[in-house]
């Protein structure tokens, strides 16, 4: 993204007939959006949420509260559009694509269920690695794919988010989030859908063997790739795919919380232009998501004290986007409300 | 409101189809929804944003970076459509009022404001009383009058916002805020719209007269109505009584920033019922509004760094009321999605 059309941006937002900084995120998330968009005029149209599902190997483990048949049962509520992203994406006129990128029980196809499926779920990731490369380089492709198939279906999108269902994923996610950042098991360990104290303590050490097994030799750093293919799930791939398919149409990008957040980093660490199309939807209550939104250098726009995933989060921080974009659109300048800007801000000609 | 709609509203979400409480600041919203309602699928059918605007006898003072002719500039461009909160009010499908509550310059009458003057602007509260009582009284029942002729217009309100316009007037809900929790001048004093550091001194040496000159004496409390006629402004009284009026009306009220959180103060100080209907949509950037949301025992719902004022933020903070009334209604339950509810929570036969 050219700086030009970010720091035209900013000056425009700075004349707009209000003090100078007084609208806050919603002064960042209109000057990004110009970037994304290469104007001055940003315009949301057309919002597309795509939620990603897999099932997971080290689910064996014990790791979540809920056993893997609840990934298929979930598919099968966002199927009769009776969960919560359902309800949130018909409130916010979002279009709904649910992708299943490897449900281990059965889906029954129907509605916007797209089959994009690897396999049965990955291979238990604290005793090998998740994916064979090939299958990791595949969740990848799909992802992308079931991205240009929204498109193809609709028409451009301006606004694209991500979400997530997989029982055992936050366990995948807190990996993936380790990896990277070099943090401990314990720095980003939650209790996912609901872990006891004793549920908790399970977990971590999970997450100590998953860390042990697949992290890098000394002196040396894994890849997005790499990291993606001994702990992700197949949906974390496919969400890392579809934000790759989704920053090369130059749409805006937005991350729900722990899962879709850590496929941010995969995606970030494949293409670190990626990062500048990005918005963090919330603050998850989960451990590990405040250490990926500092390798990110994002800051979440909403704190609600979610932790459902299904892109939830992202759903309610739409209408804030959108609030930006119709602020940098329609709001009267400094100028055309009878003010007078304050010294040093008065426009150059060139705008 | 009665405690068993809350309680019924409560056991119902906890039934949904997802992890218990994993919907965080959501799940309380639609429990105090079902309570203001009375009802276990509540509706928002008709959203209203109300601004009230009034002029302050302490912008003598040299408290704001802008000068009192800045209020009338800004009614005009509500009125002509141009604003932020114009902007937002139509995105979000917000009926939109602005009340002149009393303006110090010539208001041209046109659009959508309500004139409501009680004069053009209150005395100097660094002097003296800011409004006689009479007046403090008028503004409660101007502000009553004008929310009710917002809902003999268009019909019921299911979720009002109120927001205003005033210079100066970040001085006087300081103020407010000071008398009613007993905060010092320097804990309540921020930097409005824009003030630099000498600005600011200025404005805690005002707020320190304003107190002294003010306060009750040591043993006795001051009531929400002495509070007002001291150091309030009209639109502070205007937002207090269509507070009064609204959670009459059984409508959600949502409050801005600093200033109308301020209006809260003095309208549960006359009727603490008021505070079950009460949302506070942001935290401010203003000092005092920590303290007033203390004091109304109320989390702020969003965390964009605004200081706007104009109801932006309570703009901003509906849909996700909206989403949350739509999550009650429409949300599969875990028996629905053919999952098991967690032990302890099989619903009881009575709902």
Redesign the interface.
């Known amino acids: 993204i050219p700086e030009t059309a970010g720091s035209a941006a900013r000056h425009r937002m700075d004349l707009?007939?209000?003090?100078?900084?007084?609208?806050?995120?919603?002064e960042d998330l209109a000057v990004q959006l110009c970037a994304v968009q290469k104007t001055l005029a940003p315009r949301i149209e057309r919002k597309a949420m795509v939620i990603f599902a897999a099932d997971h190997g080290v689910a064996e483990e014990g790791v979540s509260?809920?056993p893997p048949e609840?990934t298929a049962?979930?598919v099968?509520?966002f199927a009769?559009g009776?969960?919560?992203i359902?309800?949130?994406s018909?409130?916010?006129g979002l279009d709904l694509t649910v992708v299943d990128m490897g449900v281990r029980g059965a889906v029954t196809p129907q509605g916007q269920i797209v089959n994009k499926r690897i396999g049965p779920g990955t291979r238990n990731s604290a005793l090998q690695e998740a994916m064979t490369p090939r299958e990791a380089l595949e969740s990848l492709r799909r992802g992308r794919e079931a991205f240009q198939e929204v498109m193809e279906r609709g028409g451009p999108v301006d606004l694209a988010g991500f979400g997530e269902m997989g029982i055992g994923n936050t366990t995948a996610a807190s990996a993936i989030i380790a990896l990277a950042t070099g943090k401990t098991a314990s720095e980003v360990a939650g209790r996912?859908?609901?872990l006891d104290d004793q549920g908790l303590r399970r977990k971590i050490e999970v997450l100590e063997k998953m860390i042990a097994l697949h992290g890098a030799p000394p002196g040396e750093r894994l890849d997005g790739l790499a990291i993606l293919r001994s702990v992700g799930g197949f949906e974390i791939g496919g969400i890392a795919g579809a934000l790759l398919a989704a920053a090369s149409a130059r749409a805006m990008v937005v991350l729900d919380g722990l899962i879709s957040t850590a496929a941010g980093v995969i995606a970030v660490m494949i293409e670190p232009a990626v990062r500048d199309y990005m918005v963090v939807s919330h603050a998850s209550?989960e451990r590990g998501h405040r250490a990926a939104c500092e390798f990110l250098g994002v800051r979440p726009?909403?704190?609600?004290?979610?932790?459902?995933g299904e892109g939830?989060g992202a759903?309610?921080a739409m209408?804030?986007i959108?609030?930006a974009a119709?602020?940098m659109?329609?709001?009267?300048s400094l100028e055309?409300?009878?003010?007078v800007p304050?010294p040093g801000l008065i426009p150059p000609t060139s705008i």
């Open positions: 707009k007939a209000k003090p100078l900084g007084s609208l806050g995120a919603l509260a809920y609840v049962r979930m099968d509520t009769r009776r969960a919560a359902n309800v949130l018909r409130l916010h996912g859908t609901g209550v726009l909403l704190d609600l004290s979610l932790r459902l939830s759903a309610l209408p804030v959108e609030s119709a602020i659109r329609e709001m009267a055309e409300a009878g003010l304050p």
